[in-house]
């Protein structure tokens, strides 16, 4: 993956259930992080949630770069399976290419059901033998981890890396994204870990709040749903937190950022599943 599709080798995958009416949350993002799979719908949004929060797209990218550190810090602790859950329209530096530059052999699975999203992984899958992608919706972890897409690209009795970066925050129910949590947990080996960033409206410096509602008054097919810190903290149950604990996603494990911390909108954890 290292592109994205506007060629015409791939105009004619894009599937029929595609919705371009209302904006999509995948499609928003890759606005933001500059790529090519989003419609006027999801331009428009991404616009307007930036009248609201201008750094918003600088966020963005900030969490693309937390994604790297994250491999990599998971790739160092021997760890060579992500399941990379509501991954996302794909675009240059994905998980399957951050962990071959430490382990060539190091084996992915990405999960999502919004089709464009989908639909460009595939192509830009094409070739890539330890790479795939799951159209799949990760609130169901039972159809997720049983699929033989996971099956045969994932063996679930070694470690592995469930990935959820930036996606929480489009449900609502922190009680059911708790129970949801402990069910792919509980299928993981000790020794494996659960990586989340969150959307977050803690610091009042950033104007997450008002970019949020701003959502919630589009047509969006998702609404977005900041959580606090002691919210996200309890997502983490059962786990133990690598340190420095949650922290804005710009200061986790990142020797480059500038200190006093920049206000920030996004928060970001990673725990360890213990024996």
Known sequence: MTGLGGSPEHA????????????????VYDYWLGGSANFAVDRELGDHIAEAEPRIAGMARENR???????????????????????????????????????PGARVVYVDNEPVAVSH???????????AILRGDLTEPGEVLNSPVTRGMLDLDRPVAVLLLCVLQYFPDTDLLRETLAKYRA????????????????????????????????????????RTHEQLLSLFEGTELVEPGIRYAQHWHNEEATHPAEPSGIYAG?????S
């Open 270 to 274: 990673l725990a360890r599943v213990p």
């Open 187 to 226: 299928a993981l080996v000790p020794g494996s870990y659960i990586a989340i960033s969150h959307v977050t409206a803690d610091d009042e410096e950033v104007n997450m709040r008002e970019a949020a509602e701003r959502i919630q008054r589009s047509r969006a097919s998702h609404k977005a749903y900041p």
């Open 65 to 103: 770069s937390l994604l790297r550190r994250v491999v990599t810090h998971c790739c160092l602790q021997g760890v060579d399976q992500f399941l990379d859950l509501g991954s996302g329209v794909p675009t240059i530096g994905n998980v399957h290419e951050i962990a071959h530059r430490h382990d």
């Open 12 to 27: 004619h995958r894009l599937p029929e259930d595609v919705d371009v009416s209302r904006p999509n949350p995948a499609r």
């Open 121 to 131: 992984s595939e192509f830009l899958l094409e070739g890539v033998s330890n790479a």
